[in-house]
């Protein structure tokens, strides 16, 4: 489904009823929305892993603007503000109260961007490995320890000089040390919709991804916040996880830790993911 959100066609897609018979009643479940990874990937990546939350909270997988199946648009809105904010117009487009939302990499970005400008909007809030502000250094040092000189030098070209060329490599070579678990989806990579303009455009020493610094805004958020990183990963470490977690308000912060878990803590320990996703939602 497409729905027009502040001058762009965002695709978004449903998964269970909000409204469910309850006895006499008809009882309102809550919706979580999912912002997906990238920049320019699309939401294929949480299907199916989230699809057991159907029972407790209405799914809505939405693709930012540029990205998946949404309009790719001018590339002067392909910014975490503009993102942010078509968040939040999507959701009163729609007329989503309260939502849960669950921010996953770049899509947590998003949602810390959302969450910030708009802190009295959201119900809850969920950080999924992500970061507040990217440090490349340690990022580097991360690949270099899992894949070696190689496997560095290949990342520091995926940010110092951005293009085709050096984004083919870094998903060969940087993309399988994400995680350390082998029995993903092989097939899951290639269902996909990407659009590599857009995160040729998020990338660079001189565009937002060296820019952007959620930390001193992390302290606006007015909902409970549940932060979730492993401690294997390399693009969001889990150094980053933990500045998040402390630059929240205290009383409303809930910090998980996976251990041997990579990118995304859903890929390699589903079920632990899982259920402290589902008592979070639930509570």
Known sequence: MHIMVNGARLFFDVDGAGLVPD??????????????????????????????????????????????RSEYTDPATWNLDQWGD????FCLALGIERPIVLGYS???????????RHPEHPGKLILL?????????EIYAKFEQ????????VAEA????????????YRETCFPLYNPARDKDPLAPARVRRHDGVALHFAGPDRETSRLDFRAALSRVQCPTLVLAGDADPITPIERARVIATSLPPGLVRFETF????????NDD????MAVIREFVGA
Request: charged residues 20%; proline residues 8%; contains cysteine.
């Open 158 to 169: 995926r940010w110092n000089t951005p293009s085709p060329a050096s984004m083919a490599a």
């Open 23 to 68: 006895g006499s009643a008809m009882r309102q479940k809550p919706t979580l929305l999912l912002l997906h990874g990238g920049p320019g990937g699309d939401h294929s990546t949480f299907k199916p892993a989230f699809d057991g939350l159907r029972d407790i909270a209405q799914l809505v997988y939405l693709d930012h603007r540029g990205n998946g």
């Open 259 to 266: 251990p041997g878990c990579g990118h995304g803590v859903h």
């Open 86 to 89: 078509d968040v939040h117009a």
């Open 129 to 137: 490995s992500t970061s507040p502000k990217i440090e490349r250094e």
């Open 106 to 116: 770049f899509g947590g970005f998003v949602a810390q961007s959302y969450a910030t």
């Open 270 to 273: 589903p079920a632990r993911a």
């Open 146 to 153: 899992l894949g070696g000189s190689r496997a560095r030098a």
